[in-house]
């Protein structure tokens, strides 16, 4: 009782990891889930939830290829304002060279186009073929300043190799040059690290994604790659993939050495550069001590909310978010002003006055 007296939310809610594909996409990673070798990194996982018919994987399906229709109404719903839209994973990161740049381009192309359909609804992180370094670099730009996206999406390795390798550094010349965030987005562990994940089905979101992924961030940090580009600008998810949590003993234990031990001397500790270099969102973890732990931590200029649609329900994310026991100064930075900021979204209203606070019924 009393909801249709409620006043609106004063706040926009700009979400920023939020999943979409497009049926050449969709077709082309079921014929590589199909023919894709047992041992290969999401095979799978992707295997399953683009053939299965169970009733969540093709309400998935569905929701991942629409962009016009029950996408906004879910949005109006719970207020949300802005999908930061990036196409879902593993991208085109599992396909030939020439496949991968050609649907990339196609991605960002209409990943344009929806955004120009709905301009005060949707922005966006350009796909590129990371295994094809200096076409991907080429295609940031293009994304950056042909589209105006809003910044790229990795998912995580590429071929088993990790970014941190040089050949992959034209594309975080691009980056830095054009001031491009990189969202980098959990795929299943490398081939290498694979194995053990698999017994108890532990290679997805459960653990093997938030291992791999920021195992792949440290690699990031503990390369010097932050020395080479200081002012480039990377994004993880999940709170930030647990890295958070350990910045700690990562900073304690980074001077000790060992025989083997091949890590080159940085400039800063590497909790100085997650301050510096990272954001981190939300996604899936609506959990208020991580939340606030975070804050502390990393500090509330440097979280973004996000709600991986349509993985994770858009209810939970919002009540999560609105509810957090937080100043509402630190709700402003982390619905929306930070997305503003690092991803340069314009700033507006947030959606019609009234949107997410219908009077109960029943």
Known sequence: A??????????????????????????ALRSWAAGADPDEPDQDFWGFVLTQDLPGLQRVRRQLLDTD?????????????????????????????????ELAALVNDRLAAIIARHPDRFAGLAAIAPQVPHAAAAEIERAM????????????????????????????????????????????????MAAPYRKYGLETGMYGFQAETGLHAIRLICSGVFDRFPD???????LGEGIPFWLYRVDYMHPVRSSRNSRPKLQLTPGEYFKRNFAITTSGMNWHPALRFCIEAVGADNIMFAIDYPYQL??????????????????????????ERIFGIPAGAGIAAGTGTRPATG
Do not use: C
Not at 9 to 27: Q, S
């Open 69 to 101: 229709d029950e996408r906004l109404a879910i949005m109006d719903e719970h207020g949300v304002s802005v999908h930061l839209l990036s196409l879902t994973a593993p991208g085109v990161q599992t396909f030939g060279d020439a496949q991968a740049v």
């Open 145 to 192: 300043k042909t589209l105006r996206l809003n910044g790229v999406v990795i998912n995580s390795h590429t071929r088993n190799e990790y970014l941190d390798e040089e050949k992959f550094w034209p594309i975080f010349e691009a980056a830095q040059a054009l001031r491009v965030p990189i969202y980098i987005h959990p795929r299943s562990p490398s081939a290498q």
């Open 2 to 27: 009393g909801m249709a007296d409620r006043q609106p939310v004063p706040w926009r809610r700009i979400a920023t990891e939020e999943a979409f594909l497009i049926p050449e996409v969709h077709d």
């Open 232 to 238: 480039l600008k990377i994004v993880l998810g999940h």
């Open 314 to 339: 858009t209810v939970g994310a919002v009540q999560f978010m609105d509810s957090a026991p937080i100043p509402d100064q630190d709700k402003h930075k982390i619905f929306h002003l930070n997305a």
